[in-house]
């Protein structure tokens, strides 16, 4: 009896023993295939993340939840604004597009602004059309309205058909400033379908005389280096435009963020070159702090001389900024970077206030592309407390005044009108005359979806 309970037991011991190696083994490498993911996201935040101190502890984290929602359980409080993190993560599967800029890939080639009109009535405002895309070839062109879509109207349902979509026929309005209503055009206008679309950022570029004072406009939508092949190189035509204003010998000058929420640093360091007074060049343009596992925790940016190339710095002593809502990111950095060392003026709305930068983690084996937020950026004053947004210094709202909607670079459209005003010697401290557009909402934005959560460091 002894003799047999004893080989029960050997048995059974013998038996655990082999079950307990099998379901071990097995649970390991489901384990491992299954947490893979989440483990590769949670090591690369551990390190490079901002904000990597408010992470929850290793032993903490949820490693079993699919990855995007992991991703979201480790971001910080202060990551983002509203609920929307800045840190951003998307499957290498199905992202085609840059954030910082437009919808390029599959694009009628206009961004606009939907508006409730009068009850159940919505129309789209066009703020501005890319050269050469399918609204530009069909004449379409900012401050036109859209007011229906191959005869249905538009909602808030199906507005997003002007994203992109298929040939569409379209009809079209007018503002009546004396009706205060959108009138339409009796013609229809048939829009091609949605294709690939070119966005230079330097979109538009003039110089006006204003006095005995030669101003220089540039309305400029995103920072973006661009394609490399020459003939499209975005940061080479800003080289360009910086010698047509240096060759019109410009001593004033206005630069247009309305529509721009961000893109790549290298981009603002060239743009600040070219702004900058000479005497700033190579010296301290900014800082970029990193969390506490670099070292050194901190890195300088300058004024590259070099880096203008084949472009020209311009010797500014003042700059007129203009913004809206939507002026975020690296367009902020021109700001805060430029005011240690010339006076920088903003026009427009309060800007958005994105103060970091994030950098770029991919991995083709698991189809994931992150961009957490890493650093934090500052000018050469060691000054970053624009989390908020920059504060304009004339007030003015573009929508306020929908009869001054006008074409980039008309010397009456509302918020170049108002600049150059102050520059032949209006008074900064008063806001230029608005008639209220009360019986409009304005809803959307579709410059939203192409927004940059963050600086985008090179």
């Known amino acids: 009896m002894k003799a047999r309970n004893t080989l029960i037991v050997i048995l059974g011991a013998i038996f655990a023993s082999i079950l307990m190696g099998a379901c071990g083994e097995d649970r390991w490498a489901g384990y491992a295939e299954q947490t893979k993911t989440d483990r590769w996201i949670y090591d690369t935040m551990q390190v490079h993340y901002y904000w990597q101190d408010a992470m929850p502890s290793y032993d903490k984290a949820n490693f079993f939840i699919e990855p995007f929602k992991f991703f979201n359980s480790l971001l910080s409080k202060e990551d983002g604004k509203n609920g929307a993190p800045y840190s951003t993560i998307d499957s290498l599967r199905t992202t085609a597009t840059n954030r910082s800029i437009a919808y390029t890939e599959h694009s009628y080639g206009f961004d606009f602004a939907l508006y409730q009109l009068e009850g159940s009535k919505y129309a789209a405002l066009i703020l501005y059309v890319a050269n050469d895309s399918p609204a530009d070839n069909v004449g379409l062109k900012r401050g036109d309205w859209i007011l229906d879509m191959d005869g249905e109207a538009i909602t808030r349902n199906n507005y997003s058909r002007l994203f992109g979509s298929k040939q569409m026929e379209i009809t079209t309005g007018t503002y009546d400033a004396e009706q205060n209503a959108i009138v339409a055009w009796e013609e ?9 679309v ?4 330097v979109h538009y570029k003039n110089i006006y005389e204003v006095g005995d004072k030669r101003v220089g406009y540039l309305v400029y939508n995103h920072f973006t280096s661009g394609p490399t092949d ?3 190189d975005y940061d080479n035509a800003l080289r360009d435009a910086s010698n047509y204003f240096a060759s019109g010998q410009v001593d004033e000058f206005i630069l247009d963020l309305r529509y721009n929420n961000g893109g790549s640093l290298g981009c603002a360091q060239l743009l600040c070159n070219i702004l900058a007074p000479t005497s700033a060049l190579d010296n301290t343009m900014g800082y970029i702090e990193y969390n506490e596992n670099y070292k050194p925790r901190e890195r300088s940016l300058t004024f590259d001389s070099k880096a203008l190339q084949t472009g020209s710095n311009l010797n500014l002593k003042r700059l007129y900024v203009l913004t809206t809502s939507m002026t975020a990111s690296s367009s902020e950095i021109i700001i805060n970077c430029l005011r240690p060392y010339m006076e920088v003026i903003v026009v427009g709305d309060k800007t958005e206030g994105k103060n970091v930068g994030s950098l ?3 991995s083709k084996e698991l189809q994931l592309i992150m961009r957490p937020i890493v650093c934090k ?6 000054e970053s407390e624009y989390s908020d947004g920059f504060k304009a210094d004339v007030s003015v709202k573009e929508s306020s ?6 074409p980039f670079g008309d010397t009456n459209e509302l918020l170049l009108g108002t600049t150059l005003g102050l520059i032949g010697g209006d008074n900064m401290e008063e806001a230029p005359e608005t008639r209220s ?10 410059l939203q979806r192409r927004a940059a959560g963050s600086v985008w460091i090179d």
Do not use: G, M, W
């Not at 229809?188 to 690939?196: D, E, F, G, S």
């Not at 557009?437 to 579709?446: I, K, P």
């Open 377 to 382: 950026i500052y000018n050469a004053n060691h």
């Open 437 to 446: 557009s009360s019986r409009f909402q304005l809803l959307e934005n579709s």
């Open 188 to 196: 229809k206008v048939t829009l091609p379908a949605a294709r690939a």
């Open 360 to 362: 770029a983690y991919s």
């Open 198 to 201: 070119e966005d230079n950022p």
């Open 401 to 406: 005044n929908l009869a001054r909607f006008l």
């Open 230 to 232: 020459d003939s499209h």
